[in-house]
């Protein structure tokens, strides 16, 4: 099962209107999300400039590694923004108390646990388990790096080596979505992600996002405006996929569940299983 932590407000949104609203990874609570992999690619390159290597980061082989597409590489990694995805993201454990008071007001929200399977969205739109392996991190990037590389020489042309990094910059994009800071583990995170497809429109000279969104709009969290996407269930999804609630421990209705569960029962959850949150939080 996995969980959606969210305060009272986007528990009853969720539920009643079948839909989730999708934000920026730039916007959630890890300052480096989708640049975290970026750093140990750089970190990477800046090891590799230092001395000479040999030609394969991964399988020893005698040319020499080519310095000018590492540092064409690191230059662009450098200047060239990522696109900003979107996602709705999940825990494998419904009571953490650091996902309280993050993601659910300070515990006064709920959990709300879906079977994985329900979580399918339309329009290129991808579940991911997020990885905070730091040998796994690094294994990525080695991994691009000799795959980038293992077509050129030392004589390769610019035109050649702006070309693959090109192709790396690109290559790091879908790792770079799912790599998180280790310091984030407790978070169990999966996540619903969306890379959204911007298409120049000549009719009207606009940029058309291109996506799965009903709509898109705007929220705001404490001092901050934040964009969002609002996407509906699948059309497989049905009320059965939710499977519990957890309670959150500063929650009122932790006290009283009747209000609760007769919200659940008129909104077609009646088979929704309730639990209180085991955190003693005050």
């Known amino acids: 099962m996995l969980y959606h932590y969210a305060s009272i407000h986007g528990f009853k949104s969720i ?7 999708m934000s920026q990874l730039s916007s959630m609570n890890d300052y480096m999300e989708h640049n975290w992999l970026k750093k140990i690619a750089l970190e990477r390159i800046s090891e590799l ?13 005698e040319k020499q590694l080519p310095n000018r597409l590492l540092t064409r590489l690191e230059i662009q990694l450098r200047s ?20 309280w008071r993050a993601y659910a007001n300070d515990g006064k929200g709920f959990s709300i646990g879906f079977d994985p399977e329900s979580l399918v969205f339309p329009n290129n739109t991808a579940l991911v388990d997020v990885c905070y392996d730091s040998t796994e991190h690094l294994d990525i990037v080695n991994t691009l ?6 077509g050129l020489d030392d004589e390769a042309t610019d035109e050649e080596i702006e070309r693959v990094a090109d192709g790396l ?7 770079s979505m799912r790599c998180k800071n280790p310091k984030f583990a407790e978070e169990q995170e999966w996540r619903v992600v ?6 120049d429109d ?11 969104a009903e709509k898109s709009g705007f929220r705001i969290r404490g001092d901050e405006l934040l964009h969002y996407l609002e996407v509906k269930f699948n059309d497989s999804f049905k009320e059965s996929s939710v499977v519990e609630v957890v309670v959150g421990p500063k929650n009122p209705a932790r006290v009283d569940l009747e209000t609760l569960r007769l919200f659940l029962n008129e909104s077609g959850y009646e088979h929704v299983k309730l639990r209180r949150s085991e955190a003693t939080y005050r």
């Open 194 to 199: 969306h890379e959204p497809i911007l298409v």
């Open 15 to 21: 539920l009643e209107n079948r839909c989730f609203w």
């Open 169 to 175: 910059h690109g290559a790091l994009l879908g790792p």
């Open 80 to 99: 060239v923004p990522h696109v900003d995805p979107y996602a709705v993201c999940f825990s494998c454990d419904g009571d953490v108390l650091s996902q």
């Open 202 to 212: 000549p009719s009207s000279g606009k940029t058309l996002r291109v996506g799965p």
């Open 49 to 61: 400039l230092k001395g000479p290597h040999r030609w394969s980061i991964l399988d020893p082989q």
């Open 145 to 150: 790096l000799n795959d980038a590389i293992s």
